[in-house]
């Protein structure tokens, strides 16, 4: 989500030399991105079960303090191990059966050494007591922080959003994609008169003897760290519910009392026919146990679990505009769409790396083309995501470095949606495309994965040789170029612009009106053409996201 700005303006006036001269740039990586980035033995020796986070913030300070409980299991014998928190960000002390342990600090990671060896198999648990001011985002949600405002009445509007930059920036935890917490606690005090909404379900409500007001939220599904959210301020709230695969999932919604007039009928008009749709499309809604809400933010928006941040202003589009250009996208609003399609990929289905980012964003992408043919018909999404094309900027691979924390190209949106959509074209049954889909959030269901395990499920399930459009659309900046020429009947083709051994399948005009598949690869080939079929009216199938080149 956090790119979606830099999307929506920059990309769209890119000059050829900016490209060029951005894929020149070498990124270069610090010890302190390894540290964040990998998953070292001091990271994978133990195996997260539960956090309870217990903090408590001082708006007026701007200031957080509390706790952090670790519940995990050794996965091997060891005596020490990494958790993350921001070097801004204080750590008290760290609690081990009522002893406190010596740690030592390295950029944003915490190094903890235990008093004697912890067994592999056992379960154990410390907790972390911090303290500090966190960063607070300038442009959130894109920089990621603390987001310290009002609302129109000059209330306190809290909130924060740390995709890419990672939860450690404001609590302390295993900072890594890779390990998801299969329960939490998330216990958050806020001044009396104000509420905060967090993930999971509402447990209990405590009036403190300091003036703070301490909500307790249970998650009771695994949950990645740069989910959890907080949302303080003063609220309306209401319900519904939505009769849904696995039975009557709530649904709960949560705007600023000053906007709940309008947020009604706005958030009524899609959240019902979004939950359909992709439930239709992926399966049923991967956290039933901790519902549905809907929350607005000050900030655009983010997909946080089961507490999906919404801040589009209550209007259609992406703040009112259409980012296809085709019209179909003024009739929903992108961030409801876009950021509850997260809860299939990116929370249910998670990149154990961020390098692998266009898991999430490819399929959520793609998730607002199936919610319009849900809608408005198959010919309003195809025209939707073929118009997203005009985004793309083909700067970087949209996969990025691995073990440093590092995202690739903001093209995993809208070049991976259309990478999608052409591998919808070769599988050419919308059922058995569905069945993937579903099958997807099946097989993967509350688990983290590698593209390599998605790549393989897509090829095995489609029967499909896909590997090199997987490596043609993740791994380069390269367009597939369809060169032909025609000469009188004769049709004679190649690609050109490709990976080694690129042959994929595409389809074009060899007869009037008529799409039909041709398998070109590196090397010419030549195929007959029906009268009718000339230089002029030759074209490939716009589905699929190509170039094509005449040879005169």
Known sequence: MKKI????????????????????????????DTLRGTLSPLRSCY???????????????????????????????FNKLQF???????????????????????FNAVFVTFPQTIKKGSKESFTVFYSGNPIIAKTPPWDGGFIFSKDKSGNPWVSMACQGLGASSWWPTKDHQSDEVDSMMI????????????????????????????????????????????????????????PGEKGKLSIDYWSLKEDSTKARPHWDADVK???????????????????????????????????????????????????SGSGYGLNFDFITIHESGHEWFGNNI???????????????????????????????????????????ANDIPIIGTYGVNQEGSGDMYYKGANMVHTIRQLINDDEKFRGILRGMNKTFYHKTVT???????????????????????????????LEYKIEGNKLTYRWSDTVKGFDMPVKVTLKPGEFSLIYPTEKWKTTMLKDGITQANFQADPNFYIKTKNIL
């Open 273 to 323: 026919p979004m939950l359909k749709s992709f439930e239709h499309w992926f399966g049923p809604y991967p956290f039933y146990e901790d519902g549905y809400k809907l929350v607005q933010a000050p900030h655009l928006g983010m997909e946080h679990q089961s507490a999906v941040a919404y801040g589009n202003q209550f209007k259609k589009g992406y703040l009112g505009r259409d980012l």
């Open 187 to 242: 216990s958050i005090s806020v001044p009396k008169g104000l509420q905060d909404v967090s993930n999971g379900r509402l447990r209990s409500i405590v009036e403190k003897p300091d003036g703070y007001t301490q909500y307790n939220w249970f998650v009771a599904n695994p949950i990645n760290n740069y989910n959890v959210a907080l949302y303080i301020g003063k609220y309306a709230h209401w319900t519904d519910d939505f």
């Open 47 to 77: 195996d997260i079960n539960y956090y309870h986070l217990d903090v408590k913030v001082d708006i007026d300070h701007k200031f957080i303090s509390g706790s952090n409980e670790f519940q995990f299991t050794a996965t091997q014998n």
């Open 84 to 106: 993350d928190l921001f070097a801004n960000l204080k750590v008290d002390k760290v609690v081990y059966k009522n002893e406190e342990l010596p740690f030592t600090r390295e």
């Open 350 to 392: 998670t990149a154990k790396d961020i390098a692998d980012m266009w898991i999430h964003e490819s399929f959520t992408n793609y998730s607002e083309a199936l919610f319009t043919e849900s809608t408005q018909g198959k010919e309003a999404s195809t025209a939707y995501v073929i118009g997203i094309r005009k985004a793309i």
């Open 5 to 32: 700005i830099y999307l929506c303006l920059s990309l769209l006036s890119f000059s050829q030399l900016s490209k060029a001269q951005l894929l020149k740039a070498k990124p270069t990586f610090s010890r302190a």
């Open 451 to 481: 593209t390599e395990e998605i790549e393989k499920y897509i090829a095995r399930q489609s029967g499909l040789k896909l590997n090199k459009i997987f490596d043609q659309y993740l791994r380069t900046t390269m367009v597939p170029v």
